[in-house]
């Protein structure tokens, strides 16, 4: 797990926009990465939209968000289409990233171990530390705690 203050693992993924991005590349403010299992399913689709839909006030605090899945580019083009998604989606097919955010593990459901993405947030300051993590997210109301804490981290520096 990642606790406050520890430094971000830095990242080479291609997004959406066919573009490779790495943490350096969102040094001009605070970072959201939201990491979710998949496209297009009712958990991930209320988040991404409820990120979506708050995009611009994280924007007017310069802070940027961004959404991390090993599905496909082709994948994230619809899931971006169909939910008019205004954030970058970047694929993380082989899972290296969500395993060095914690973001992928042990899961536990119905009396079962299973192995999978486990749903994770990572607000992310300028010179790449964690300010807060969030493990295991439910996903009511989560996009609008993220910005809480983002504007009251500000509130603080």
């Not at 991390?68 to 970058?88: E, G, N, V």
């Not at 990233?97 to 536990?108: I, R, S, T």
Request: glycine fraction near 8%; charged fraction near 25%; charge should be positive.
């Amino acid at each position: 797990m990642l606790n406050p203050g520890t430094i971000a693992p830095d990242f080479s993924l291609l997004g959406d926009d066919s573009q490779v991005h790495s943490l350096k590349d969102f040094a001009e403010g605070e970072l959201v990465i939201f990491f979710y299992p998949k496209d297009l399913t009712p958990g991930c689709t209320t988040e991404a939209c409820d990120f979506s839909d708050s995009l611009g006030e994280f924007q007017a605090m310069s802070a940027q968000v961004v959404g991390i899945s090993q599905d496909s580019l082709a994948s994230h083009a619809r899931f971006k289409s169909k939910h008019t998604l205004r954030m970058l989606l970047l694929s993380d097919p082989d899972l290296a990233v969500h395993k060095l955010y914690g973001a992928y593990g042990e899961k536990h459901m119905y009396g079962k171990t299973t192995l999978g993405v486990i749903r994770s947030t990572f607000l992310i300051d300028k010179t790449g530390k964690i300010i807060r993590s969030w493990y295991k997210v439910r996903v009511k109301n989560h996009a609008h705690a993220v910005l809480e804490t983002l504007k009251k981290w500000r509130s603080k520096t």
